[in-house]
């Protein structure tokens, strides 16, 4: 049960962090695998954003 509660504090933390500085992280990353955990975390972070944003009801497309 700890092992979910450290995911979704990480997901959480995602969601809050500055996209921006997320994918520059990401793209500078050297090591591979951490180059693809950084990406999927942005993914992630930013289909959160993008849900949110498609349900304000200002929103129009």
Do not use: H, R, S
Request: glycine share 2%; no cysteine; proline share 2%.
């Amino acid at each position: 049960m700890t092992d979910k509660n450290i995911f979704e504090k990480l997901f959480l933390e995602a969601e809050k962090t500055n996209l921006q500085v997320l994918m520059d992280t990401a793209l500078n990353e050297k090591d591979p695998d951490k180059k693809k955990v950084l990406m999927a975390i942005y993914t992630y972070a930013i289909g959160k954003k993008q849900k949110a944003l498609l349900k304000n009801k200002k929103f129009v497309i």
